[in-house]
């Protein structure tokens, strides 16, 4: 930058971003400039007056077995959203350690809807393997390498004995002990409109609705994943999902348009109630794995 460009600009620059179709985009914008300071320079980050703080709040066992491991950001500051930018040995990491073998993500895939962002924002990861069939003991440790400058850098990791069937969250309501009281949620569909955009069926195929309370309790409430190739793509919340509460009622259907049009052909998966949060008549129909050609 010359001192003619400085002089006429102050030193401010309008980027200017233009979407030319007719569909929202939703996306994130990284902006790199020269200079001997940045925000990712760690000495710099140790110096800002509130930082993020990564806890683990919580390790819990799903009905499967699975691991579900509670990640709350609970200091005054904001994790910034360069960090879910960062790669390979400059990821941060969230990783979980049972009998001497490591299972780990990076950020991206910890929270890609980015709710740890925000003091107090809060994800429920689900750890696919391994599953527990016997009392195991299970450490996970977020920031292990220490990529975020933290309010507390003590607090990252958390060590519980897991007991399978025995997750708080997941006890039975004992005057739901049948399967016939029971709502069954499952993915029915998975296709493409005339628009070409990936549409997801959800259908309530039990004798009994989800509870309309769900809808204004989102941390207790099933979630919808999908993924593209194999790799995580959108984590659809239940409003989103379902806005006029169909899957109250037995039989009912929740039609999710994506907006994404298909360009090329890829296999789309599709999970609804990853987490077990629901108790459902049959807990192993939630997937769907469909391939799909434009």
């Known amino acids: ?32 400039y020269p200079g001997e300071v940045s925000e990712l320079d760690p000495e710099v980050e140790k110096s800002f007056k509130v930082k993020p703080d990564l806890v683990v709040e919580k390790l819990s066992l799903n009905t499967r077995g699975q691991v579900l491991a509670q990640v709350t950001n609970q200091g005054k500051g904001e994790l910034r959203p360069i960090k879910w930018q960062l790669k390979r040995l400059e990821a941060v990491t969230f990783t979980l350690e049972i ?25 429920t990861y689900l ?10 003991r299970a450490t996970a440790l977020v920031d292990g390498n220490d990529k975020v400058a933290e309010e507390n850098e003590r ?16 006890k039975r309501d004992p005057k739901e002990t049948t399967p ?30 989800l509870d309309a ?32 509460k169909e899957l109250t009622r037995p039989g009912g259907v ?14 789309i998966d599709a999970a609804v109630d990853t987490t077990n949060l629901v108790v459902e008549a049959n807990e192993g129909n939630n997937t769907l794995t469909v391939a799909l050609r434009p």
């Open 180 to 209: 016939a009281g029971l709502p069954d949620l499952r993915v029915t569909s998975i296709r493409l409109d005339a628009r070409r955009h990936v549409i997801i069926e959800v259908t309530n195929q039990g004798p009994a609705g």
């Open 1 to 32: 930058m010359d001192d003619p460009e400085l002089n006429t600009t102050g030193g401010r620059y309008v980027v200017i971003l233009r979407n030319v179709a007719d569909l929202k985009a939703t996306g994130t914008i990284l902006i790199r």
């Open 155 to 170: 607090n990252n990791r958390l060590s519980a004995l897991l007991t399978p069937r025995d997750g708080e969250r997941h």
């Open 213 to 244: 309370t769900l809808w204004s309790t989102p941390d207790k409430a099933p979630d919808l994943h999908l993924k593209m190739d194999g790799h995580g793509w959108s984590r659809v919340p239940l409003g989103n999902l379902d806005p006029r």
């Open 254 to 267: 929740a039609v999710y348009d994506t907006a994404y049009v298909l360009k090329t052909a890829v296999t």
């Open 99 to 123: 009998a001497d073998r490591k299972y780990g993500v990076t950020l991206p895939s910890l929270d890609p809807e980015m709710a740890l962002r925000q003091p107090g924002g809060t994800v």
């Open 127 to 136: 750890f696919e393997k391994p599953i527990l069939d016997e009392p195991t």
